[in-house]
C-alpha cells in the first residue's frame, strides 16, 4: 500500500506547519492540490478521505520548532509524525516535493505530487483543512491578527497588525517580518 504524504503551512508568518499522511483504499473523485479547492470543497473531501481512506494521520511541528530547526526541517519532522502515526503500516511513501522525512520505509519525493498522485492530494487536504482550523483557534486567542482569513500568511492585513500590535507568541520568529517587528518593538 501506498502512503502520500503533503504539508501545509510553510510560508506563513504565524501557526504550527501541519502535515498529514494517507493510505487510501480506493478513489474517490474530486482529489486535488489543496491550493486548487475552494474551501467547501476542501472540507467535503476531508470527510470523505477521513471516511474511506484505510489510515489517515496528522502531525505538526510547533512555531518553537520552526524557529529552532528550520521550517524545511520542521516540515519533514511533521511529516515523519504523521507517518508514523499511521495505524496501518505502508509499502511505500510518496512525499510532495523535493525531501523526504526520515522513515524506516521505502520513500520517494514527488515533485507536484499533490497535483497528480491521489494519495499525495488527500494529504494535502487533511493537512490544510487541520491547519486552517488551528489557524481559527489561534485568531480567537489573538483575534487582533486576523488569522482566521489569512491563516498566518504575509497579507497587507497581517502585515499591518504586526505592525501595530507586534507579535504575538503565534509568530514564527525566525521569519523576517516578525523579526523585524520584535526589533522595532525593542527600539520604541
Not at 77 to 105: F, K, N, Q, W
Amino acid at each position: 500500500m501506498v502512503c502520500g504524504v503533503d504539508e501545509a503551512g510553510r510560508g506563513p508568518l504565524a501557526g504550527p506547519v501541519v502535515a498529514a499522511a494517507v493510505i487510501l483504499g480506493r478513489s474517490l473523485d474530486g482529489l486535488d492540490d489543496s491550493k486548487q479547492l475552494t474551501e467547501q470543497q476542501r472540507e467535503t473531501l476531508e470527510a470523505e478521505i477521513k471516511a474511506h481512506a484505510v489510515a489517515w494521520a496528522v502531525a505538526s511541528a510547533s512555531v518553537g520548532e520552526i524557529d529552532r530547526l528550520n521550517i524545511l526541517r520542521a516540515s519533514l519532522l511533521a511529516m515523519r509524525r504523521a507517518v508514523l502515526r499511521l495505524a496501518v503500516r505502508p509499502g511505500e511513501v510518496l512525499i510532495d516535493g523535493l525531501h523526504c522525512p526520515r522513515v524506516d520505509l521505502p520513500a520517494r519525493a514527488v515533485v507536484r505530487g499533490d497535483a497528480c498522485v491521489a494519495e499525495i492530494s488527500a494529504a494535502s487536504i487533511l493537512a490544510k483543512t487541520a491547519r486552517d482550523a488551528m489557524m481559527r483557534v489561534l485568531h480567537r486567542r489573538y483575534p487582533d491578527y486576523g488569522f482566521d482569513q489569512h491563516k498566518g500568511y504575509s497579507t497587507e492585513q497581517h502585515l499591518r497588525a504586526l505592525r501595530v500590535h507586534g507579535a504575538c507568541l503565534a509568530h514564527r520568529r525566525s521569519f523576517e517580518p516578525v523579526r523585524a517587528a520584535l526589533q522595532r518593538d525593542l527600539f520604541e
